[in-house]
């Protein structure tokens, strides 16, 4: 019987035993063989363990070369060391909090500004580019002695760092043994297969971009990375010159798709699904893949880093149960407390908590962070309370209504910014949909990329939600402008819109 693997990189292991020939990663016209990024994850790691890395160092990587990033991360797993990846357009202030709070042994990255920030603050630096490079050739010594072996499957592997409520981003530290689970997890609702290949145009600084490489090893599938450019206009295009099959997609991504598809006489014709988090998909958008793609299924999933993943949805199975986010992944429990912490009944609506192997660690740092978020079942084990709201029904399906900290009061109602934009996006005419919470004297505001006026949005919404709910103001914009992970800037959103007209168009 095989072993189980225990640390991330036994799952690259496992896959170049399995399938050493076999497409691994691809981009742009560079690829490696599962057998080859092996062997170069080795010769990495034998490099970085000369240069003094060794088990429990954290190494930061900033790039946006997703091969190189995919080859550090494997070969930091075989040190015993923790990886974070960062974006590649995070600098300046945001780059010094992270040296500053998580001490990095090295940062890795192609931007001589990045470097000089890393030595304005004593951490060493080293060019990704030139390590590549160098551990591609098969010349390079590859052996590793003794020195930063001997790390468990409860050790950290990775600090992603999120933004959330605190006013600078924290990072969540995850183990091997989380990390392989909600890979298992994913990969048994999810079913990737070994013929398949996924195409990920979100970056590997986005957890839901990682988790590609990670399910892509465990299938034997290959991952072909896009990039932010690829997922505009050339999306379809990208799709069928790369054979896609899987498309991991925020609603950003899926909406391009459909409104590319509404306007092509084909293209994607060999995508058989589409998985979805972030944010929910609107019904029309997946209407319209459906329609131009008949082949293709679509899985709705619920999740937050601190997690991974919390729900998925059988393929199509919105169709079924329009709303649900999904069943809790295999071998975890999620159930729903009110204000007190009292476990609510199916059909109530209250805040989600997750217990299971897919439950981090905690928050690198953030002790007091850490005990409110994920407090100790009867002192024993870490669940988490996710800040999330909504309903579970007799079945276990979850419904998300909001976060807390997207629900703000406005005419004397608790509102949830989720449930507005989600009634917005169910009108004809209305692609997408983003609200902007009361602030100062701004009163809530509905940004909404449509073919309808304004006042047709509001109007619709009224067959959707109560009309008190409905924001007085609604905007129309040709595009709402996206963060680095596809979701939308709020920050970018509100600064567009700050002198526009009601009901006039910004481009």
Known sequence: MARTAQQLHELLEAAAERSPRSAALSSGNRSLTYQELAAASARAAAFLQREGVGRGDRIVVTAADGIGIAVLVYAVSRLGAVFSVLHEQVRGGPLEHVLQDCAPKFLLSDDPDAGRTAAAHGVPFLELDKLVRTVLDADTDGSLTSMGQGA???????????????????????????????????????????????????????????????????????????????????????????????????????????????????????????????????????????????????????????????????????????????????????????????????????????????????????PELTAERFPRAQGLFPELRTGDYGRQDEEGYLYFTGRRDDLYKERGFRLSATEVEAAAARVDGVSSAAVLPPEGTRTALLAVVADITADEVREGMRDHIEPFKIPRRCVRLEALPTNGNGKVDRKKLAVLIERAPVGSVIT
């Open 152 to 366: 468990v499957a409860v050790d950290p592997i990775s600090m992603i760092y999120t933004s959330g409520t605190t006013s600078l981003p924290k990072a969540v530290v995850s183990t091997h043994q989380q990390v392989l689970f909600a890979v298992s997890a994913i990969q048994e609702c999810l079913r990737y297969r070994g013929s398949d290949v996924v195409y990920c145009p979100l970056p590997l600084s986005f957890d839901y971009g990682l988790y590609q490489l990670y399910l892509a090893a465990v299938s034997g599938a290959r991952l072909h990375l896009g990039t932010v450019a690829d997922a505009g206009p050339p999306l379809l295009r990208s799709l069928e010159s790369a054979g896609a099959t899987v498309l991991p997609a925020v609603p950003s991504i899926a909406d391009r798709l459909a409104w590319l598809l509404r306007r092509s006489r084909g293209g994607a014709s060999r995508l058989r699904l589409l998985t979805n988090t972030g944010a929910a998909l609107s019904e029309a958008t997946m209407s319209a893949l459906r329609a131009a793609l008949p082949q293709l299924q679509i899985q709705v999933m619920y999740g937050l880093t601190e997690c991974k993943r919390t729900a998925i949805m059988p393929p199509d199975g919105d169709l079924v149960r329009p709303g649900s986010c999904g069943l809790p992944l295999p071998g975890t429990e999620v159930f729903v407390i009110d204000d007190d912490g009292n476990r609510l009944p199916p059909g109530e609506v209250g805040q989600f908590v997750v217990r299971g192997p897919n439950v981090m660690a905690g928050y690198w740092r953030r």
